[in-house]
């Protein structure tokens, strides 16, 4: 590993020991090149963690260096706080139309897991509300300025509520995205969790406070959850993400992982949690318990996924390799063969809205998008020789 690799990774985090700001001033006080670490925090989303911990070390960090991480970080603590405004506005709204909510991810994650809004960064809002609210929520969310990704007709908006998990809005005046959830997993998979429970269940609740506003959040144990499966489902191609969980475990090392354990048995996400646990664990020196540890010990696939995600974090990549290479750890990660085949076959069949644009039918006709869709895909990525006659 690059010198430049080894002291991103060993400035990733709040939490430091005598051992690690040794190793930090060791790398310090090599030839390194701060272009390069610049353009990789940018990257992976650290210059908020890594100038947190940098400014420690101030005298011998490149001098132009310091200065643009220390403008990065103040801006992004200023964006930071005018998100974290937008949010309870929002959370306001639609209490004030007794649209229940509960807020994730952004400023509440940055909250729990870094008790600091300034060191994280983030670029949307991420919002969960019951399933049957989506036709009010959007509304509201239109009525604030906020474009749709789709824009729906009819029947559609309601039978997307029931094949997708989410809806994402834009406001270019504010230059935010805000993702309307209401399910965190797609329903189609095995480790999908009744939404319902999230509101009736009060060990998936928590709540944060943030700018003298009580907001209603994912419980530490269902976020740990969540962030390794968002991780993996995003092949942990981003450092951040792991940071996320570091962060949320030193913080929180009272976790019930009784219950963690009980709802890992239930929804088939072992490999994913202990794939997250893993990666925290081994490149950020994340607090475990001890039988955790033995267990990602003796599990050869955790090592071997962990090798290969670190291979890919600090590898240049074309988009056309990009894409190849998505969704390849989050396959390996599912449990269940089903779960792997659904990923696949979801992906190639299941109508989406470009399909429902091109093509308007009927809701009764609804079945002729899935070969409409297929028939599209194949025309899409057909062989370079066949476009050349086209």
């Known amino acids: 590993m690059r010198l430049e690799h080894q002291l991103i990774l060993n400035c990733a985090r709040t939490y430091h020991s005598g051992a690690n700001q040794d190793k930090i001033l060791e790398l310090l006080s090599r030839d390194l090149d ?5 353009d990789w925090i940018n990257y992976h989303g650290l210059i908020p963690l890594f100038y947190w911990t940098i400014k420690e070390f101030k005298d011998p960090v490149d001098l132009d260096f310091f200065q643009v991480i220390d403008h990065e970080f103040k801006q992004n603590a200023y964006r930071n706080l005018s998100l ?6 929002l959370i306001q709204l639609f209490e004030a139309e007794t649209i229940p909510v509960l807020a994730f991810k952004g400023p509440v994650l940055a909250q729990v897991a870094y008790q600091n809004l300034g060191l994280r ?15 009010q929520a959007s509304k509201i969310l239109t009525q604030q300025g906020y474009l749709p990704q ?4 009819g029947w559609q908006e309601n039978r997307y509520a029931q094949i997708r ?11 935010l995205s805000i993702d309307l959830h209401w399910s965190l997993i797609s329903s189609a998979l095995s480790f999908h969790e009744n939404p319902q429970l999230i509101w009736e269940d009060r060990n998936y609740q928590d709540r944060v406070k943030l700018a003298n506003q009580t907001i209603l959040t994912l419980s530490p144990e269902a976020l740990l959850l969540f962030l390794c499966v968002h991780g993996a489902k995003h092949d942990w191609s981003h450092l951040s993400w792991v940071c996320d969980i570091g962060e949320l475990l030193n913080r929180h090392q009272d976790l019930d992982w009784q219950w963690i354990e009980g709802q890992v048995g239930h929804l088939g996400t072992q490999t994913m949690l202990e794939l997250g646990l893993g990666l925290a664990h081994t490149y950020l020196d994340a607090p475990i318990p001890e039988d955790w540890l033995k267990r990602l010990e003796n599990n050869p696939k955790i090592q071997e996924l962990g090798e ?3 291979g890919q974090w600090f590898k240049r990549q074309s988009d056309e390799s990009r894409l190849r290479l998505m969704g390849q750890i989050y396959v390996q990660t599912m449990d269940s063969g089903r779960d792997r085949l659904w990923y696949w076959l979801d992906y190639v069949a299941t109508p989406t809205p470009l399909e429902w644009e091109i093509l308007p039918l009927p809701s009764g006709l609804f079945f002729l998008y899935y070969p409409f869709r297929l028939l599209r895909l194949l025309w899409k990525y057909r062989p370079d020789w066949l476009k050349a006659q086209s």
């Open 308 to 310: 290969l995600i670190e």
């Open 34 to 38: 701060w272009n390069y670490i610049f």
């Open 165 to 175: 998990p989410e809806h994402n809005f834009y406001s270019s005046e504010k230059d």
């Open 150 to 153: 789709f824009e729906f007709k």
């Open 84 to 89: 974290t405004q937008e949010l309870i506005k």
């Open 121 to 135: 960064q983030f670029i949307d809002l991420d919002i969960l509300i019951p399933q049957g609210s989506v036709s």
